[in-house]
């Protein structure tokens, strides 16, 4: 496997991985950060819907950069606290669907996470600049290939 | 009751029932929309908490400018539409906590989600500012009033 840039490292720590010292003190358990995880990743669900409906129905902007702006700030948020140890195969809202893969190869899990950040966060660039429906379709293929990457190593099929 | 001013219902149709004319071809089930509505309050509750942890435990302003975004973002997003006719008693994740009036007292509850746009927006501006940890605390307290006046209103205790 081809080795992350240090950048692509720093970012993907930066956007994924922050757990944030502060809440060291408070323990939620696997259920929660699994419940958590999940809701999180319907949010992004609902608002790839709103994105793909938009661009197939009739661009609007100001629909797309509100739903553009909710995925970015989940992918930014945080999201690796969400993963943590003891969250393998417990049960949220449903069992888990992730595979032991992201407990092992936790750097390209990371990569890949920050890759959401990237790709989402561009997306709101690219969208708050007026660009054409087109260039907005291309930003947002990119930002889906990012989703079904992880899908395919991380996530087994529910 | 106060009849609200003119900004702030404009402030409530533009934040809350922005449903998106795009949007009209694709009608999702109401227990799809039941589905996405807890998620994303789920994640405003995940936010929420870690907001707090980190005002207890010891600021860390990039941890809760993360934390504000994403609530700003699922505030500003149209939360509105998740609302739409049908959604009074159906199950998402579990049977909605909704109550009758939300359906009936639309005016208000579209104020109320407004106000919650509005107190989450300003929370990521006085967060982003460097403002002292106690003048974020007393913006996170208006934004939590903004929740309860909403559950206390329109939400069945679950």
Redesign the interface.
């Known amino acids: 496997m081809k080795k992350p840039s240090p950048t692509l490292v720093l970012a993907a720590t930066l956007a994924f991985a922050?757990a944030?010292?502060?809440?060291?003190?408070?323990a939620?358990k696997p259920e929660a950060l699994i419940?958590?995880r999940?809701?999180?990743f319907?949010?992004v669900a609902?608002?790839s819907?709103?994105i793909k409906?938009?661009l197939d129905?009739?661009?609007?902007k100001?629909?797309v950069l509100?739903?553009a702006?909710?995925i970015?700030?989940?992918a930014?948020?945080?999201l690796g606290s969400l993963f943590a140890a003891g969250t393998e195969s417990a049960k949220g809202?449903h069992d888990t669907t992730i595979k032991p893969e992201a407990f092992t190869n936790t750097a390209r899990f990371a990569e890949l996470g920050g890759e959401f950040a990237k790709e989402s966060t561009e997306l709101v660039r690219v969208v708050s600049s007026g660009a054409d429906a087109t260039v907005v379709k291309d930003q947002f293929g990119k930002l889906q290939k990012t989703c079904k990457s992880c899908h395919d190593d991380f996530r087994n099929a529910n």
Chains 1, 2 share one sequence.
């Open positions: 922050a944030g010292s502060a809440c060291a003190q408070q939620p419940k958590w999940q809701s999180a319907q949010v609902w608002n819907g709103r409906s938009s129905g009739g661009y609007n100001d629909q509100r739903s702006n909710v970015a700030a989940i930014n948020s945080g809202w």
